[in-house]
């Protein structure tokens, strides 16, 4: 039987795990012993410290793009809440690296992400980018990403992030077609967008940006058209995301009360298996599922994206719903941005939830996350014997040809691209699919309390292949 008969295509699953365990308000509250063995385990350094990256949220934006899901607040970029929020941001800072478990972590990658970064005056991008210098050893950070939008972006921006260690700077174009970005409340101009590019190329940074596939009533010709333009202008790093309607994206509405179509599992996979053949056959490399990288730019390439799928790493989170790893400890930050400023005294983590992290763990979400996102799982990182559903799910994997094991690793074939959330989600256990349930029953209630009795939600299901996360953390931008 082939792939694409073991995954029928109504069947194919699509990014269910960004990250794992599927860590929630609803399976993992917070309760005094586990707020106490959280402290508890930051206050021991690790014998021979670990390896991290480190994540920063900035959750404001000036418009809200209608198709975006993401944890934002629309501001303008003088508002006092800005101030606050950065103020509080400092202060989870300096609360965990106080902490001796911190202390000893070697900080390897950093992605400051939103929302939007740019939104950020000089000032302030200076007050974090210095707050992490001063607070953090940056001794053995390989590279700084940050995300900024087209309308925001400014010169002087880009200039503060050369002169303070920034190495990568990405932001959303989504699509050069004039009608999907009136659809999309894209408000940015192309000539903006030259202006833009000048600068980044003046201050010697490589262009990359996000694209949007999967857009309702978006053509196969205009997804091509968009992945020319970008070979064409020579993008170093191509960020390709799947459209996903869900909540509290203003399009969610449009689509529920019928203006647009929903795009159908078929089309997305057509629209996503064009994509990776057409910039593997330009020269592009896979760095995550998602990303394509041009091997002549190794400055482009997002290692934070790749290390939040591997065991070798913790993930430093910070910012409201920032999820992160660390000490064994699988947490998310308070989600409300005025919650997470009212809470955030220097003296508290600001948790939302949490759940201990065992060595099975690890290993489930190396095969998860390694599967699903980074199609390998390196042997080296296995500290355990195979579970008997690992070990069935790689012998079927191998029989039907989705999968090869070499003497380092698992990698998914050329056969089993497009299929690869269906082949994570062979390694998933009941445990965990009982926390993904919980996870959508978290932010449905959420949804329902931010928006009001306007959205309806439909009751949440253990079939989680059709539901996009809402985090807040980008993953592998
Ligand atoms: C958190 S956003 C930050 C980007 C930045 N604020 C900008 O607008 O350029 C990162 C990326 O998430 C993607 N994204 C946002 N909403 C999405 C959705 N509903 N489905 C899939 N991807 C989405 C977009 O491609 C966006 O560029
Ligand atoms: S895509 Fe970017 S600018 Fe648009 S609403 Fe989302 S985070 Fe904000």
């Not at 699509?14 to 309760?31: E, K, Q, R």
């Not at 418009?63 to 800005?82: G, M, Q, R």
């Not at 939103?114 to 953090?136: I, K, W």
Request: aromatic share 10%; net charge negative.
């Amino acid at each position: 039987m082939s792939v694409s008969e073991l995954y029928p295509v109504e069947r194919v699953r699509h990014m269910p795990f960004f990250y794992y365990p599927a860590v929630n308000t609803d399976t993992d509250a917070l309760t005094a012993d586990k707020q106490a063995g959280f402290r508890r385990d930051l206050n021991q350094p690790k014998a021979g410290g670990r390896k991290a990256i480190l994540y920063l949220h900035v959750p404001f934006c000036r418009t809200h793009c209608s198709y975006c899901f993401y944890n934002i607040k629309v501001l303008k970029k003088t508002d006092p809440a800005v101030s606050a929020y950065l103020d509080a941001l400092v202060r989870q800072m300096a609360f965990y690296a106080a902490t001796p478990y911190v202390q000893n972590l070697s900080i390897e990658h950093i992605f400051i992400g939103g929302g939007t970064p740019s939104m950020l005056s000089d000032e302030h991008l200076r007050q974090v980018l210095t707050a992490l210098r001063e607070l953090f050893d940056l001794r053995n950070v390989q590279d700084m990403s940050i995300e900024m939008n087209v309308e925001t972006m400014t010169a002087s921006n880009l200039e503060v992030c050369r002169e303070l260690g920034v190495s990568r700077i990405s932001f959303g174009w989504q699509t050069s077609v004039p009608r999907l970005r009136k659809m999309l409340a894209l408000v940015a101009s192309e000539r903006r967008l030259a202006n833009n590019i000048g600068d980044l190329q003046r201050l010697g940074y490589s262009l990359i940006w996000d694209l949007l596939y999967a857009v309702p009533t978006q053509t196969m010709e205009e997804w091509d058209a968009d992945l020319q333009r970008s070979i064409d202008l020579g993008v170093a790093c191509i960020d390709i995301h799947r459209c996903d309607i869900v909540p509290p994206a203003p399009l969610y509405e449009l689509v529920r009360e019928g203006r647009y179509e929903r795009v159908t599992q078929q089309a997305a996979l057509d629209q996503y298996l064009h994509a990776y053949r057409t910039l593997t056959a330009a020269g592009y490399v896979v760095n995550t599922f998602q990303q394509f990288n041009r091997p002549d730019r190794p400055d482009a390439v997002s290692h934070y994206g790749r290390y939040y799928y591997r065991s070798s790493h913790d993930i430093l989170a910070f910012g409201p719903g920032g999820i992160g790893v660390v000490a064994d400890w699988a947490y998310m930050n308070a989600r409300d941005i005025d919650e997470f400023v009212r809470r955030s005294t220097g003296d508290d983590p600001v948790l939302g939830c949490a759940c201990p992290v065992t060595p099975a763990t690890w290993q489930e979400r190396d095969f998860v996350l390694g599967m699903g996102q980074l199609w390998s799982v390196p042997k080296a990182l296995l500290t355990g014997p195979l579970t008997a559903q690992q070990g069935a799910a790689l012998e079927k994997l191998i029989r039907h040809g989705a999968m090869v094991e070499t003497e380092h690793e698992y990698r998914l074939t050329e056969d089993a691209v497009g299929y690869h959330f269906s082949i994570a989600n062979e390694f998933v256990t009941p445990e965990q699919t009982a926390r993904n349930v919980g996870y959508l029953r978290s932010i449905s209630k959420e949804i329902v309390w931010r928006a009001g009795s306007r959205t309806e939600m439909p009751p949440p299901t253990a079939d989680v292949g059709e539901v996009t996360d809402t985090r807040s953390a980008p993953a592998a931008t």
